[in-house]
T-cell receptor, first 116, second 109 residues
Framework: NAGVMQNPRHLVRRRGQEARLRCSPM?????VYWYRQLPEEGLKFMVY????????ESGMPKERFSAEFPKEGPSILRIQQVVRGDSAAYFC??????????????FGPGTRLTVL | KQEVTQIPAALSVPEGENLVLNCSFT??????LQWFRQDPGKGLTSLLL?????REQTSGRLNASLDKSSGRSTLYIAASQPGDSATYLC????????FGKGTMLLVSP
């Protein structure tokens, strides 16, 4: 059973370009979470999705950031018009349950975004 | 708003010592408390999950406890080894997780 997969592992963008980060959850998991780890800071929750639904986006910046988890295919975190402050490690996690119960989250290796 | 604090921020011990990492949280309504390990430049590895109805979980040399009344969790590592060197993170919440900033552990041979 493959773990959570993220690609690309490293992404370099120039200011103003778009960044697309992909996440494939573990088999059997229908809940996906995105977290961001800024340099010298802890991990911060961004958005929580189920298939075709955004459940909680309270941690997502209001502008330039969007996320989706389509019926088919991976979850996508999209950052438009990137700025240097977007440089960070972006982690995706998946779980079999959304709330309550044994909601153990499993993390992918992350995508390290560098904005030049 | 849930806040998670981890003490100490860094810890250096000789191989073989038993050690305790501390985690405190502000919202006692926490439902799941999860401990992770993160190696430099890598992702997070889940170590232990404690649900709110539980008081502790054990896996090998690791034991995690949860005391909701005091808002604390501890991770106990027995007979530490150099391979245990990493940053240890605790995180709690219902569906989404709030993370502490971690304890950076160095176990020297």
């Amino acid at each position: 059973n493959a773990g959570v997969m993220q690609n690309p592992r490293h992404l370099v963008r120039r200011r103003g370009q778009e960044a697309r980060l992909r996440c494939s959850p573990m088999k059997g998991h229908s809940h996906v979470y995105w977290y961001r780890q800024l340099p010298e800071e802890g991990l911060k929750f961004m958005v929580y999705l189920q298939k075709e639904n955004i459940i909680d986006e309270s941690g997502m910046p209001k502008e330039r950031f969007s996320a989706e988890f389509p019926k088919e295919g991976p979850s996508i975190l999209r950052i438009q018009q990137v700025v240097r402050g977007d440089s960070a490690a972006y982690f995706c996690a998946s779980s079999p349950l959304g709330d309550r119960g044994r909601n153990e989250q499993f993390f992918g290796p992350g995508t390290r975004l560098t904005v030049l | 708003k849930q806040e998670v604090t981890q003490i100490p921020a860094a810890l250096s011990v000789p191989e073989g010592e038993n050690l305790v990492l501390n985690c405190s949280f502000t919202d006692s309504a926490i439902y799941n408390l999860q401990w992770f390990r993160q190696d430099p430049g890598k992702g997070l590895t889940s170590l232990l999950l404690i649900q709110s109805s539980q008081r502790e979980q054990t896996s090998g040399r690791l034991n995690a406890s949860l005391d909701k009344s005091s808002g604390r969790s501890t991770l106990y590592i027995a007979a530490s080894q150099p391979g245990d060197s990493a940053t240890y993170l605790c995180a709690g919440g219902y569906s989404t997780l709030t993370f502490g900033k971690g304890t950076m552990l160095l176990v020297s041979p």
